[in-house]
């Protein structure tokens, strides 16, 4: 196996459904755990100039993000898809590929079924694809377990927003790494 760093200029960042009406579902991760860990990760893209894709799912009535995303990055255009796979919405498909990233890196709810599928479809198109496991919520352990399972044995890394932070940031004593550690100060103190 050989390994090298995640640069945060080979990244884009899917967050898949974190929205109200379906992060309540999540049973895996304690709502706020989440919506931090979200938070912190939005604030990483901000941070590194990471491009973020955002899709969501109909529930009725206009979807509506988990708040931290919007107070991190400010508005950003919703991808409203009606599968459950990201890649097999065209639009969605299409603001993650024209990116030129070749690392996706996917967080949302429900990781036996957004994540999942689009992570499969993007190892599938060649992308290098990372699930930010704290920043995701699966249905039930024993089902988000046989999903990341799954992801593994397809070339799918699960990793941390710790991770993440590190690789990103190289050197903690550096400006942006000093930030990244602050921010995951913040999110592990709540």
Do not use: W
């Not at 991190?72 to 796979?85: E, V």
Request: with cysteine; net charge negative; hydrophobic share 50%.
């Amino acid at each position: 196996m050989s390994y090298a760093p995640l640069k945060p200029e080979d990244a884009v960042i899917l967050f898949a459904d974190l929205q109200a009406g379906i992060v309540e579902r999540a049973a895996t991760i304690e709502i706020d755990r989440l919506r931090r860990a979200v938070g912190a990760l939005a604030k990483l893209a901000k941070l590194f100039d990471i491009p973020v894709v955002v899709t969501t799912a109909p529930v009725g009535g206009t979807p509506e993000l988990v708040p931290e995303i919007g107070a991190a990055l400010g508005a950003l255009p919703l991808n409203t898809r009606t599968t459950t796979d990201a890649f097999l919405d065209a639009p969605t498909r299409n603001a993650i590929l024209a990116t030129g990233r070749m690392t996706l890196i996917v967080a949302g709810v429900a990781t036996e079924i957004v994540v999942q599928h689009s992570a499969l479809s993007g190892a599938a198109l060649g992308l290098a694809v990372q699930v930010a496991i704290d920043a995701c919520g699966g249905l039930s352990p024993r089902t988000e377990d046989a999903a990341l399972r799954r992801l593994v044995a397809a070339g799918v890394a699960p990793t941390s927003l710790a991770s993440l932070a590190g690789q990103f940031a190289g050197d903690f004593s550096q400006p942006r790494g000093a930030a990244a550690l602050g921010v995951l100060y913040e999110m592990a103190g709540g």
